[in-house]
């Protein structure tokens, strides 16, 4: 096997992963994937080492191993072969349900280069670094939407503050919270999480009823049955942010999306199924501005503007249309989060976002203890300064 990878050109090792790999069920299939890059490693050419992105070091596979048997089923095989096709051209996937996750005894976790220092995950921190550039040097930022609107007899740009960054997370990565995500999903289906922190409410009208992961704070969007009021419930506990979520948000502070003056320290995972929606709205003030939003498994668009009308149940319209690709990160500031409403009409098909945000101070819950992992980020926060493409 190392001879046949060694004699291997780059451009062969998808195809030879898809050959060997035809049949097994998606977890043999990352599993397999993790040992040809471990023997893929051992290649160099002129003193340079391929690695792959998103993947889990030979500690990270040690430590969670994969569980569940390989399905030979030709469905199985087909629709294994259609996922990694579609992730590796950069397209959209479709991942497993949260029941196929369940069974992992362990968390999933995700090496994404932080930069935090120490030692390099592959042995060598100057390929590391370089590898990382050429990451960040594809990240593409749009800053520059525009909608002039009256606001008390003023015409201003209620989308002043808003940010595009695309291709933040690679199909690799997302496809890898995206599986942490259906894990956590299904613990709090098996009320294996804190009560506040998994919500199904019943789909009881269209547009209604999309599941939400809350860590970090407990947000009311409306009075609940003990007559809290919309907005941080100080008395209520939920689950804190998950270490994969850390990571994102460390990735995002040293790639100069997230400032290092206000990281999040809470933040809402939404799951939508076909038809599920968010209304109008703008964000709470318990909540600092600016926050991020990351896009999973299929883009949607948000729309914007001072008034947006309700159609009929889940349809709503806008001045502003924005879409969100996935692997994408949202930044909603300024007049964009203080001025205009948003909102998402019923998505054609599964979509998960992850909406990162840093608490008021003054409204964090009682026992609410800050991250210290999160918080050294501000005294250690190095950046990346190298030009990004513009959309």
Not at 311 to 316: K, N, T, W
Request: glycine share 6%; hydrophobic share 30%; charged share 30%.
């Amino acid at each position: 096997m190392e001879k046949l990878l060694s004699s291997s050109k780059e451009d062969d090792d998808h195809e030879i992963l898809n050959l060997l790999s035809d049949g097994f069920c998606h977890h043999c299939h990352l599993l397999l994937h993790h040992r040809l890059t471990l023997l893929r490693k051992k290649r160099k050419l002129n003193g340079t080492l391929y690695l792959d992105e998103g993947l889990e070091s030979s500690r990270d596979a040690r430590d969670n191993p994969v569980n569940g048997s390989s399905s030979n089923s030709e469905s199985s095989g087909k629709r294994n072969r259609e996922q990694r096709d579609s992730s590796s051209n950069g397209h959209h996937f479709d991942s497993s349900s949260p029941e196929s996750l369940g069974s992992k005894k362990s968390d999933f976790e995700l090496w994404i280069n932080d930069g935090i220092g120490g030692d390099s995950k592959f042995g060598n921190e100057e390929l590391d670094k370089q590898k990382e550039r050429k990451r960040y040097s594809q990240v593409q930022c749009k800053k520059d939407f525009s909608l002039i609107e009256k606001v008390d007899g003023k015409c201003i740009n209620v989308l002043q503050g808003l940010e595009l960054h695309t291709q933040v997370f690679n199909p690799m990565e997302q496809r890898k919270i995206v599986e942490c995500i259906y894990r956590l999903q299904w613990r709090g289906m098996q009320g294996k999480l804190k009560e506040r922190t998994y919500s199904k409410p019943k789909k009881w009208m269209r547009g209604k009823g999309r599941v939400t992961i809350q860590f970090g704070c407990c947000y009311n969007y409306a009075e609940d049955k003990k007559g809290n009021s919309p907005g941080i419930v100080k008395d209520e506990e939920v689950d804190p942010l998950p270490s994969l979520f850390k990571q994102m948000i460390k990735r995002m502070v040293k790639w100069n999306i997230v400032s290092s003056t206000c990281i999040p320290d809470s933040c809402i995972v939404n799951i939508y199924d076909e038809g599920d929606c968010i209304p109008p709205h703008i964000d709470h003030h318990d909540f600092l501005r600016p926050f991020y939003t990351v896009s999973f498994l299929n883009q949607c668009d948000i729309l914007f503007g001072k008034n947006l009308q309700v159609l009929s149940p889940g349809e709503f319209s806008g001045p502003a249309s924005i879409p969100l690709p996935v692997g994408s990160v949202f930044v909603i500031n300024g007049n964009g989060a203080n001025v205009a409403k948003h909102c998402i009409s019923s998505v054609k098909s599964k979509r998960i976002s992850i909406t990162f945000r840093k608490m008021d101070p003054k409204k964090v819950p009682y026992k609410f203890l800050p991250d210290p992992e999160l918080e050294a980020r501000v005294s250690s926060h190095v950046s990346f300064h190298f030009l990004r493409n513009p959309f």
